[in-house]
């Protein structure tokens, strides 16, 4: 329909001007700058990482104290992690993970996954740094 978006079950929301979308899903109405997912695969036995996870968890809090960690943990089942990063770039991203003991031993690889939240806990989340 013109000026307004189907949403499903929930209904149509309609807008005054119909090229654009309602106010509250504008990506400018957020904070600009995203944050990256970085999701990362255990290459190595459970064993094995668990054997690096403290060294982990240190780098992790290195990087809350730096204010570049939004949040971090484990997958359920453990076959991974997230660590939310507040950083401009996915090369910025990669930069910081290369320095995650799980990768410089071998025993995890992540993707990036540039994100902007709009809804929730972080919908109006402000870089700390």
């Given at each position: 329909m013109k000026g307004s978006f189907r949403l499903g079950h929930i209904g149509t929301i309609r807008t005054a001007d119909p090229a654009s979308p309602?106010?509250?899903?504008?990506?400018?109405?957020?904070?600009d700058g995203g944050v990256y997912l970085m999701i990362s695969t255990y290459l190595k036995p459970l064993a094995e990482v668990d054997a690096a996870r403290a060294d982990h968890l240190d780098f992790i809090a290195e990087l809350e104290r730096g204010g570049y960690a939004v949040t971090a943990g484990r997958i359920d089942p453990p076959t991974g992690g997230i660590i939310l990063l507040d950083v401009d770039t996915e090369a910025e991203a990669q930069e910081i993970i290369a320095r995650d003991p799980y990768v410089v031993r071998g025993l995890a690889a992540y993707t990036a996954t540039g994100w902007h939240?709009?809804?929730?806990a972080l919908a109006d989340y402000k870089r700390a740094r």
């Open positions: 309602p106010e509250r899903c504008r990506s400018d109405a957020i904070y939240p709009t809804r929730g």
